[in-house]
Structure formats: structure tokens, C-alpha cells
């Protein structure tokens, strides 16, 4: 049954990972496995067209990407004729959402994945010999899920990720913790350990050739029992402290770099230095630590002066936001990044990551204790930060204000006035944030709060509708202010400002940034003609 022609299909979102799981299944097809003709594509591709079609598999991601997920979906069908039964869905999205994904009516019969693929092929995939489904009698092979992954198929795409050459890998799957906000569990399951790492980085080094960089993307790897295993098992891969690789043609030698790219747990790095020291003896860079809430302060605390003593200097943290706290808990925890970057002479970049609920097919949650509003205020301002805090002070305070009232009335600023940070703070728009603030005074917190809740209950091109609606004559003076600029004012801005302020020079490479920030919501109301401007163009 050798040679069938089988197209894996990722939809044409951004993402900085490859599509592991499609490179599984590329293996399980390809020559290394049933000898099948395998092809891969990212979106939708006209050249897949022209082709019949024996099976496609689609991957998803991020839930909120249902949309494009969808019309991918629905362009697997087209390309198989409406031969439902030749489309196979899977990945994270599939998983957390696999009973929305069945209720839609014009994908009935379309099999949609749970999970991971760790059962033999032909009952992971739920095929079926009476009807004839290719493979259906693989019920004794090897799990997909243990392959080695078939990196010869990212040849195939234009698509670039920021993170290729590395082995990407898992030491243990799932996680001791039960987060609500985390889709783990239902994942991946309990803590337990993945199969030989050893086994598996030198299975895709016999075949695609030695790669620079380990990616790990274990959950919690430093709850493992066999944790001082795993890190030794790295080092003697070749990823010991300053470990470097020089490949043949090659003229200099590269620095080598292992990422626990979902990070690890202070709650239980803050229990004994040995886990920093251990992790010390790996190039580990940057150092990934939660900070999801302020409970977490006092493990957080010391695990970054644990690891600060171990010798491990450049950090990296995820900082959930938008979930149980508030815009004084994230600032709280961003300001302590600060505080720690000058007191032990260490680089800490955090990266605040927007909670969307895992089963929520688009970004619009907003919690209790934020606004629509000063969610998409801070998405602006990160958007200038290209999603990065910095713990240099100056640069902190100037992007996110000196307190957590400064962080409120940031939030709280007409979003031009955001965007446009340096021309009304220090140039031409002076005046008109002179005017702002001083109309601003005088509104009592009962009528800020008021403000806050109209603000989030429009888009921000319905907001002189909400001006024209008010009958308090202090709210609607104020709510003038925010009436969005005209495309030829908002140029007329850009064409006349005379500074700006640029992220730092060291900032993390595109390759440390998280795999999605939260920056893309699709209510973000951002002059069209500066979407493709890089952040040294905009006015912080």
C-alpha cells in the first residue's frame, strides 16, 4: 500500500515552533515509515490543488485561532472533494475543543483528534478496517508520539520559525500541578517521563544531521524524580555550560543553547540550590521562571537568587495576566523584575502573556479585575516593547510609569495618546495632554470607574457615538479626548515627531520571545498605515 499521497496542512497563523506533531506523522508516512509520498504546506496552497489526496492532516494550535483553523479545515475538505473521512485534526486546539470542533455540521465525519498520539497508529487515529481506511490494520506499530520527528518536511514551506535548528524534544510529559488556567492536564495528563532523550536526539541526528540548539518543551521538568538524569543526559548530548558546535563548512563555531521553553517552577526551585546549580551545568539560555501571580512572590524571589548565585544571569519569565489579579498585581510583580535586575547584576526579561480561557474560540475574555479598555492600553504598550518588559529601570518607568497609579493612568490615556506617547508628552501634542489631564482631575473615581466601563463597552471607532450619548457635560469634555484621530491627523503626527525611544539593545532575540503574547486581539484599534512599523518607530 506504499506510496499514497498524504498532505499535512498547517494553518497561516504565526507561530514560532514547527508543527511537531505533523512531523511525527510525516515520519510515520514517510520513508523512514510506510514509504507514502508526504507533503507539507502552510495555509492554503494552490499548488495542493492539482493533486488527489489518499489523507490530510491538519494541526492545530492556540483555540482563539478557531477562525483561521476552520477555514483550514474547510479547505482540507475542498481538496479531498468532501471526503470527510480522509481528514484528520489534532493538536492543542482539537484537543481542548474537540466537542465544538464535532458540533459544527460541515465537518461531520471529519475525525478529530484527542491528545496525544501515544497508542498504536491505527487506534490513535480512530481508523476503522470495516470501512476501509488506509493503515487500519496498524494495531501493534510503534506510537506516533514516539517517532523520531521528519524534519525534511520544513524544506517544503516558505514559512520561516524563528526556532529551526534544534532538536525539539521532551524529557517528561505532562505536570504535577492543576492549574485552571493552563490546558495541560487534559493534554498531556500526570507527571511522568517521556522516553529516552538520548534514543531521540541521536535518532534525528543520524538522519537530519546535527542541530545547534535543544529545545525542550517539557511542562515542569524540574518536578521529574529523575531530574539530576535528565540534566546529566544533556550534558553528555554535548550541551554542557559554554558548549559550542562548529559543523563542516562551517568558519566559526556556534554558541549551543538549551531552552525549557515552557519554563520551570520556583515553587520547587526555591527548595534547594541544587536544582540552579544542576541547571548551571547546561548552556541554558535564558533561564524560563513563571510569575503568574503575586502569591507566588516569595518562591519566585528566591529561585532568581538561587539562580543568581549559581551563575545563571540571563533570565526570561512568563507573567500571566488577566486571570485573578488586577493592573496593580502585574505591575507589583514587573516593578520586583526591576528591583531584582539592579540588586544582583542580572538581565531578567518578562514577558506578560494575556489569559484567554483554553476553550475560547477568540481573544475576549476580560476578567474581573481589568477592563476591556486597559487591556487594550497595555496591548498597546507592549506592542511598542514587542512584547518584552525590561528590568532596565529607565526604560521601565518611561514604558509602564514609575508607580502603580503612573501603570493606571497609562492605561487609562486616549489610546493616540499611547500610541503617540512622545509627541503629547514632550513635542507638539504637549498642549493636548495638558488638556486631557487637567479635564481628567476633575472627574471623581466614581466617574473614572463610569468612564473605564464606557470606554470597554464600544470599540474605539464608535466612540464619538459615545460622546454624542452622554449627559454628563464633565464625562463627555472627557470623552472628546478620545475620539480616535483621522488617518491624515495620525500621519501628520508621524511626518512632524522628532524622537523616539528604542528598546533596548540587548533585548532578547526573536527566538526567546514566548510563542504568543497575546498581541494580536482583533479589536486592537491601530492606525493601519503603522502595522508593519518596528518598535523603533513607535512613541514610547
Known amino acids: ?86 481528514v484528520f485534526v489534532g493538536g492543542i486546539a482539537a484537543s481542548l475543543m474537540t466537542e465544538r470542533f464535532k458540533t459544527e455540521a460541515r465537518w461531520r465525519g471529519v475525525r478529530f483528534i484527542s491528545g496525544l498520539l501515544t497508542q498504536p497508529p491505527a487506534t490513535a487515529l480512530q481508523l476503522d478496517e470495516f470501512y476501509g481506511d488506509l493503515y487500519a490494520d496498524d494495531l501493534g506499530g510503534t506510537p506516533i508520539e514516539d517517532l523520531i520527528p521528519d524534519y525534511a518536511i520544513l524544506d517544503q514551506i516558505e514559512y520561516v520559525y524563528p526556532v529551526k535548528d534544534a532538536y525539539f524534544a521532551y524529557a517528561s510529559r505532562g505536570c504535577i500541578r492543576k492549574c ?62 559554554g558548549a559550542t558546535l562548529k559543523r563542516p563548512g562551517e568558519r566559526t563555531a556556534s554558541k549551543r543553547r538549551v531552552d525549557f521553553n515552557q519554563g520551570v517552577d520556583a515553587r520547587i526551585l526555591c527548595k534547594d540550590p541544587m536544582y540552579l546549580q544542576e541547571l548551571a551545568t547546561i548552556c541554558l539560555k535564558p533561564l524560563r521562571i513563571a510569575f503568574d501571580h503575586l502569591g507566588l512572590k516569595k518562591p519566585y524571589e528566591q529561585a532568581i537568587r538561587y539562580s543568581a548565585d549559581a551563575g545563571l544571569r540571563e533570565l526570561s519569565n512568563y507573567m500571566l495576566y488577566n486571570f485573578r489579579d488586577d493592573p496593580a498585581d502585574l505591575f507589583e510583580r514587573m516593578w520586583l523584575n526591576v528591583q531584582l535586575n539592579e540588586e544582583l547584576d542580572i538581565r531578567i526579561w518578562s514577558f506578560p502573556m494575556r489569559y484567554q480561557p483554553t476553550d475560547l474560540p477568540e481573544r475576549s475574555f476580560v476578567s474581573d479585575g481589568w477592563t476591556r479598555y486597559e487591556l487594550r492600553s497595555l496591548q498597546l504598550v507592549l506592542q511598542a516593547t514587542h512584547g518584552v518588559v525590561s528590568g532596565a529601570p529607565e526604560f521601565f518607568r518611561r514604558a509602564f510609569g514609575a508607580d502603580v497609579d503612573a501603570f493606571r493612568r497609562i492605561l487609562l490615556l486616549p489610546q493616540h495618546f499611547i500610541f503617540n506617547r512622545e509627541w ?22 466614581s466617574q473614572k470607574g463610569e468612564l473605564l466601563a464606557k470606554l470597554s463597552s464600544r470599540h474605539p471607532s464608535r466612540f464619538r457615538d459615545l460622546r454624542d450619548e452622554e449627559e454628563d457635560d464633565l464625562l463627555r469634555h472627557v470623552l472628546d479626548f478620545y475620539i480616535p484621530l483621522s488617518k491624515d491627523a495620525e500621519r501628520a503626527i508621524w511626518d512632524k515627531r522628532a524622537r523616539t525611544t528604542k528598546i533596548p539593545a540587548d533585548a532578547p532575540a526573536p527566538d526567546e520571545f514566548v510563542e504568543d503574547a497575546g498581541l494580536e486581539e482583533e479589536d486592537m484599534f491601530v492606525p493601519s498605515h503603522t502595522r508593519a512599523v518596528g518598535s523603533e518607530r513607535l512613541g514610547l
Open 1 to 86: 500500500m506504499a506510496g499514497r499521497r498524504i498532505l499535512l496542512i498547517e494553518p497561516g497563523y504565526k507561530n514560532k515552533y514547527p508543527p511537531l506533531g505533523l512531523m511525527k506523522i510525516a515520519a510515520y508516512h514517510g520513508p523512514h515509515g510506510k514509504g507514502d509520498h508526504v507533503t507539507f504546506i502552510k495555509g492554503q496552497d494552490p499548488r495542493a490543488e492539482a493533486s488527489v489526496w489518499d489523507r490530510v492532516y491538519v494541526t492545530t494550535l492556540f483555540s482563539f485561532e478557531y477562525r483561521k483553523i476552520g477555514e483550514t479545515i474547510d479547505y482540507a475538505l475542498k481538496l479531498v472533494g468532501g471526503r470527510a473521512d480522509r
Open 180 to 241: 485552571h488556567f493552563c490546558g495541560v492536564p487534559k493534554l498531556e495528563g500526570a507527571q511522568r517521563d517521556a522516553a529516552s532523550l538520548t534514543h531521540y536526539v541521536n535518532g534525528i541526528r543520524e538522519r537530519h544531521g546535527e542541530k545547534r540548539d535543544l529545545t525542550l518543551m517539557d511542562n515542569n521538568v524540574v518536578a521529574s524524580p529523575r531530574f539530576r538524569e535528565i540534566i546529566a543526559e544533556i550534558r553528555d548530548l554535548g550541551f554542557e555550560a
Open 424 to 445: 503629547f508628552e514632550a513635542e507638539g501634542g504637549r498642549g493636548q495632554l495638558d488638556d486631557y489631564e487637567a479635564a481628567i482631575r476633575r472627574l471623581s473615581p
